[in-house]
């Protein structure tokens, strides 16, 4: 039987509580065997250097992040999520069973 897969778009910067709802949606879809994609877009990107962020890809989230939103606010390219565009996006959309935004 295959996993269930969750999507989560989060484009919200670090300051709001969203980070903390997201953390805890894709730690719980985690512990219950989900397999958990977050996508970081627009103001979302800056979270990517936070330690939530870190721990989350540790305990298994795929974690991508939308290229242009970071080239535009000067964040490197590095290994820390993949650096994608909007057709990984609709892909995600697409794929998973369930898909939830933060904005």
């Known amino acids: 039987m295959e996993k269930k897969k969750l999507g989560i ?7 709001d509580k969203n980070l903390t709802t997201v953390t805890s949606l ?5 512990r219950q065997g989900v397999d958990t994609y977050l ?4 103001e979302g990107v800056r979270n990517v250097d936070r330690p939530e962020m870190e721990r989350l890809k540790q305990n298994g989230v ?3 992040l ?3 939103g970071a080239q535009r606010r000067g964040i490197p390219t590095s290994d ?3 650096f994608c565009g909007l057709v990984v996006l609709s892909d995600l959309v697409k794929g998973c069973d ?6």
């Open 9 to 15: 778009l989060l484009s919200t910067p670090p300051e």
């Open 26 to 30: 894709a730690n719980e879809a985690l």
């Open 39 to 42: 996508y970081l877009i627009d």
């Open 62 to 64: 795929k974690l991508f």
């Open 66 to 68: 939308c290229a242009y």
């Open 80 to 82: 820390k999520a993949v």
């Open 98 to 103: 369930r898909f939830v935004t933060f904005n």
